[in-house]
């Protein structure tokens, strides 16, 4: 009775979008070109210029190199800072709370943060550079660090949602499991390696998969370091998108490029679903 | 722990603090740049003792930057009432349906998390252009709706899930319909989870940047945008906009803090239950 009307609510504001969407990406539309909207002459146009269209490959080349880093960087430091709290409970509790801040800080601010360690007038680090008399270049504006800067931000951001993910699996690890591989002589390397890291496989896994995910739409990062330059080399398919439709108004092929990335979201969300309540079944 | 010696101990957690505040470093002095005049904040290394002003946040004050911060509380207190307001039963009507509509609903909950917001934003854009609800408020309580009623329903709905029937059912032996047994019965239950899953719809609206951007001009800005607009227009006042910054996370940073376990919970919402 109650559950009609609200599952309806829910399809028409994400699921009716999504239709439109797809429709639009059918169409030539391009806002300051009226008559555009209801063409459908040619329906395939838009996704066969994407094949051919250079600067989207870079950018989902860019893709590639930035969620492999931040996801790699985020579950190693995010493992690795979850280990060393869960050894010591005592200082660990405060430690916890005070390294997630950079998570919940708005992303605005987390950008701003980071857009500011990286002016060199008013950033101690070139002070720091310039009393050493180093000529360190500004990463966010020279084309061989610019991606590297926002794999730092961003890992600095995420990296303690690994942790907390971890640290969850981590309590929840039996105990007998540790002690019976102590008992057997195992170095505290071992046990890290053998026994820890094997339990902790889904963990680590739903955590990647959430930051893979989560790393197709950065965004506030982008556009306030670099907006994608220089050049494009920071350019990402979800920045490169918003350059399409809100600075050239092409929409209906900007539609086009995000329905692939929706399905592409789709894929990955179905197998985080898979991963998880496969791993219910398991216990 | 057990049998590891006291010094281990030490030197563990030295580095443990030690690391921490490096982490934290950047943090702590952008908040800290707040309260620093421009000459402290030009003056370089020097500057890392300096007497604190409040002249940045004044000057905020004055320059009509309280109008995007009612714009931004505004539009993500509608959104989480309204979210609630339809979420919640829903989510109660969804626990109790014999419905096999787990992964299906799970996958749209998750998507509708998870999908770039800009696939949104397109369509949103189209039809907020003829309906005129480009840069009004309605038009961000709208699409924060997306996200957040995703949120309200798989997290209440979890919560409805593991509270037992046997009260409902008593209720309803009673003669009480099944609306006032919601009201009287259900509802004081799950009040302090209702309250966390609309801090956490809060938090979410709070922070969005991408929305606003594109679909506000001036009148419904909202703080976060506010902010980007400063930096580009007003030249690099770093001081005002480092104090900016800070009152944007303020309101969420408290509430963030002591509801972290919520936090990851909701940001894995569609996949990982409670």
């Not at chain 1, 950033?123 to 360190?136: A, D, K, Q, R, Y």
């Not at chain 2, 003056?43 to 004044?58: D, I, Q, R």
């Not at chain 2, 227009?233 to 309101?251: D, F, M, R, V």
Request: charged share 10%; with cysteine; aromatic share 12%.
């Amino acid at each position: 009775m109650l559950l009609g009307p609200v599952l309806a609510v829910l399809a028409v504001i994400t699921l009716l979008p999504t239709v439109y969407l797809f429709v639009i990406s059918l169409t030539p539309l391009n806002l300051t070109k009226p008559g555009t909207a209801g063409d459908f002459s040619h329906i395939w146009q838009n996704y066969r210029y994407m094949l051919a269209d250079m600067r989207l490959r870079d950018s989902l080349w860019t893709q590639v190199k930035l969620s492999a880093s931040t996801v790699a960087f985020q579950v190693v430091l995010g493992f690795l800072a979850a280990l060393l709290l869960n050894h010591s409970a005592r200082v660990g509790r405060i430690v916890r709370t005070s390294l997630l801040i950079p998570m919940v800080l708005p992303p605005i601010v987390v950008a701003i943060i980071w857009k500011m360690v990286f002016s060199p007038d008013i950033s101690p680090l070139w002070w720091l550079f310039n009393w050493f008399g180093w000529n360190v270049p500004v990463p966010i504006t020279d084309a061989r660090f610019a991606l590297g800067s926002i794999v730092l931000a961003d890992t600095w951001e995420w990296f303690p949602f690994t942790m907390m993910i971890i640290l969850a699996a981590l309590s929840m690890m039996p105990e007998e499991l540790v002690e019976a591989a102590r008992l057997d002589g195992a170095t505290p390397v071992q046990l890290t390696w053998y026994i820890t890291l094997p339990y902790l496989r889904g963990a680590l896994l739903v955590a990647g998969l959430f930051r893979l995910i989560d790393s197709i739409k950065a965004f506030p990062l982008i556009y306030l370091l670099t907006s994608g330059g220089p050049g494009t080399v920071t350019e990402v398919p979800n920045y490169y998108i918003f350059v399409q439709s809100f600075n050239f108004s092409y929409v209906g092929y900007s539609s086009a490029i995000t329905v692939v990335l929706v399905a592409m979201v789709c894929v990955l969300s179905w197998f985080i679903v898979r991963v998880v309540s496969g791993g219910d079944r398991a216990e | 722990m057990r049998n590891r010696n006291a010094p281990t101990r030490v030197v563990l957690n030295a580095a443990i603090i030690l690391l921490t505040l490096l982490i934290l470093m950047p943090f702590l002095w952008f908040v800290s740049m707040g309260f620093k005049s421009n000459d402290d904040i030009m003056a370089g290394s020097s500057s890392a003792l300096f007497v604190p002003t409040l002249a940045n946040y004044a000057s905020l004050m004055t320059r009509g930057f309280i109008r995007p911060f009612g714009n931004s509380l505004e539009a993500s207190l509608t959104s989480t009432l309204l979210s609630l307001v339809i979420g919640v039963p829903g989510a109660y009507a969804l626990a109790r349906a014999p419905l096999r509509l787990e992964r299906p609903l799970s996958l749209l909950i998750l998507a509708s998390r998870m999908v770039p917001p800009i696939a949104f934003t397109i369509p949103y854009f189209l039809v907020y252009r003829y309906a005129g609800l480009l840069d009004t408020i309605t038009g961000l309580v709208l699409i924060y709706m997306t996200f957040n009623l995703s949120l309200v329903i798989w997290l209440m709905r979890t919560f409805f899930e593991s509270t037992p029937r046997s009260l409902e059912e008593a209720a309803w032996i009673d003669g009480a319909s099944l609306w006032l047994t919601f009201r009287r019965v259900v509802l004081p239950l799950c009040t302090p989870a209702v309250m966390t899953t609309g801090v956490l719809c809060f938090i979410f609206s709070w922070n969005d940047f991408f929305f606003a951007l594109t679909l506000t001009r001036e009148q419904a800005m909202t703080a976060p945008v506010e902010v980007v607009n400063f930096m580009n227009y007003q030249g690099w006042e770093w001081g005002k906009i480092a104090a900016s910054g800070t009152l944007i996370l303020l309101p969420v940073f408290a509430f963030s803090l002591l509801m972290r376990r919520f936090l990851v919970q909701g940001m894995t919402a569609g996949a990982v239950k409670g």
